[in-house]
């Protein structure tokens, strides 16, 4: 009897303890089956199911879409890291040569030199075989500044230019020398000084700028200067936005013939009458007066349009 009971409460026992678990894995059941049943509230964002395996393809781990799914909407083929990265450079390559550009490269060495020595200039440019220092009064009359005049000397060199305007211009008047060369400026200083004439302004200028101000001048003068200009529309522009409305520009340059000039001149000029006058007339200017001054050289006279 007794055997019989405890086998009556195990059985009871297992009975019990099968319907507890049954129950509990019947309830994570209906919460599983309620949670993936469950409709997305309003204004909110679905969890992100898994990806096909053809969205897998054209999606690169970024989420953007990649280059093949590109090619096969657009049709074109697009350019790898690499080939964009080499335009990329190509473009930049491109802009720095326009840049560098120079239709003269190397003719400016020489005054770039900070060891340039003024003296030996001095003598080559300030004698009397030279045209253009020989007949320097002539050159003053027929360039016409007036008292108050702003006047730039540009590529002043050893200053001789300068020295007369200067004086011509007083009282009211002042002469921006402008040079590539720091000695040259030096030496203008000083001889500035040594006559009175505190109406002198040196100015550094660049192989491409005259750092001229803005309407700051009535006359640009430039004397065996323009064939050294490495890029004349740069420089051209400077000279153009310096001078005020109407202001004139006047070149003495070089006669360049090949039948007839010196190989030197040949060598280091680099163009003629006509390209020289093409080139300052492209960049807002207008030929008003030739002079008929010299044998060796050439003026002209230009006005801002």
Not at 92 to 100: I, K, L, M
Request: with cysteine; hydrophobic share 30%; charged share 30%.
């Amino acid at each position: 009897m007794n055997g019989l009971l405890r086998y009556v409460l195990i059985l009871l026992t297992s009975a019990v303890l099968g319907s507890f678990v049954g129950g509990c894995q019947s309830s994570s059941g209906g919460a599983d089956a309620e949670m993936t049943a469950k409709p997305t509230p309003q204004g909110t964002v679905p969890a992100p199911s898994t990806p096909s395996e053809a969205q897998t393809k054209d999606t690169v781990p970024d989420g953007t879409t990649s280059e093949k799914a590109v090619e096969e909407e657009t049709g074109t083929k697009q350019p790898t890291g690499d080939e964009q990265a080499s335009g990329g450079q190509e473009q930049d390559g491109a802009e720095q040569e326009e840049q560098q550009a120079s239709v003269n490269p190397g003719i400016n060495e020489t005054f770039l030199d900070e060891d340039l020595k003024v003296s030996k200039w001095v003598e080559r440019f300030e004698r009397e075989g030279r045209e253009v220092y020989a007949k320097r009064k002539q050159v003053l009359e027929s360039v016409g500044v007036e008292p108050g005049d702003d006047v730039a000397d540009i590529g002043a060199g050893t200053g001789f230019y300068t020295m007369l305007f200067a004086k011509a211009v007083q009282p009211g008047g002042n002469v921006y020398a402008v040079e590539i060369a720091e000695p040259f400026l030096k030496k203008i200083d000083k001889r500035a000084r040594q006559v009175g004439l505190k109406n002198v302004k040196t100015v550094k200028g660049t192989v491409r700028s005259t750092k001229l101000p803005e309407d700051s001048i009535d006359l640009a003068f430039l004397c065996d200067v323009y064939h050294h200009f490495e890029y004349p529309r740069e420089s051209l522009a400077s000279i153009h936005t310096a001078l005020r409305s109407g202001g004139e520009m006047i070149i003495i340059e070089m006669q360049r013939d090949p039948e007839e000039s010196s190989d030197w001149v040949l060598d280091h000029v680099r163009a003629g009458k006509e390209t020289f006058t093409d080139e300052i007339e492209a960049a807002g200017f207008q030929k008003t007066e030739e002079y008929d001054l010299f044998e060796e050289n050439y003026m002209i006279r230009f006005e801002k349009q």
